[in-house]
């Protein structure tokens, strides 16, 4: 198997913090478990899991305080209950999970930190987590460095691939081509991209613009606040100004309530300028105030009102088990369904070892609560299908429309000619 090298594409801008928090780890990992070879040498990246008993270590590293985290609790909830229903069915291999948690805290660099913890002092098996690109980001390495599987369950930017990542939330040509492609087909002309300010939102927007240039849409106006920025009168000024016929929202975290209020406010609303976002899902609903997002548009692959019988038997569980107030969405269910994935891959390979599992991943399927999905070996992505979603009254977001069919992912966006040069 083959992957695309991730230095071409995925590391050329880590952050300097993201660097020095891989040197720390990378560092700290000399204390890992090894098996010396004969000669008294040792590999650095050598695995110290430990499958010899009846238990099985898999670490989930989730924001569960910071800006992020009301957003990443809910992806960790959803694992908690993967874990549950898999140790009930007689785990991974006869092996039970044994869960070790750790809070991202919404730092990349926190991310790398535990990340080398769960791999080096933990010796998990894989890890399951992170939501923002920057945290994956800062993950990367230090994976890559120690051979280890992250399972990363949130929809990103594209233009990525790694040996250790598996991405079973949605690369671009399955959400925000899709997105791209709705608002043209509705006849917008005009656009304003609204983000946060890092990796993701900039790398979105890069493509964005790429797309309306080749497609005569006018981008209008650009604007990124920091993750966990909460003044957006400025901001809604310039939006309300420019008279776009659409918004297109990258805003992550908790910006999005003190976005959308302030949307609100300033007396804008679906009706007079429809808001298409890529990060809110029922989670973030509550958070925000049905009545500030009513109406507005979502790109996703997943909403709780997916008329499945997976999906009922997830909701149902999900809801047994937190409550029945508590809404499934987008992110947890790609969390939930890449520990049921990992599994398949486990059991297909009949082994914990990572190169056993990479070289078993391709093909292998879910019946996930999204519809099937399907590993695909070679970029390490899985085939989703597009949902584009309207906010109902309910707090819940209803299916305006749908690919119909899953869409093999395309992280480089190598099959449109108009994204030449963006990797």
Known sequence: MRLRSPSRHAVTRLSTASLAAFCIVALAACGARVDGGGDGTSAAAESCVDTSGESVKVGFLNSLSGTMAISEQTV????QLAAEEINADGGVLGKQLEIVSEDGRSEPTVFAEKAGKLITSDCVAAVFGGWTSASRKAMLPVFEAQDSLLFYP???????SSPNIFYTGATTNQQI???????????????????????FPRTANKIINAYAEAHGIEIVGEEYAPLGHTDFSTIVNKVKSAGADAV??????????????????AGMSAGKMPVVSVSIAEEEIGGIGVENVEGQLT???YYQTVDLPANATFVEAFQARYGEDRPTSDPMEAAYTSLHLWRAMVEKAGSFAVDDVVAAADGVTFDAPEGEVVVNGENHHVAKTALIGKIGADG???????????????????????ADGLS
């Open 76 to 79: 960790h909830d959803a694992l």
């Open 154 to 160: 949130v929809q990103y930017e594209g233009l990525e």
């Open 177 to 199: 081509v899709p997105a791209l492609d709705y608002l043209a087909e509705q006849g917008t002309e005009s656009l304003f991209l609204v983000g946060s300010d890092y990796v």
């Open 248 to 265: 297109f929202n990258t805003l992550n975290g908790d910006s999005n309530v003190a976005f959308f209020k302030e949307y609100n406010n």
């Open 299 to 301: 790109a996703w692959n």
């Open 396 to 418: 819940l977001i209803h299916t305006e429309w749908s690919s119909g069919e899953p869409i093999e992912p395309d992280p480089y966006l190598e099959g449109y000619d108009w």
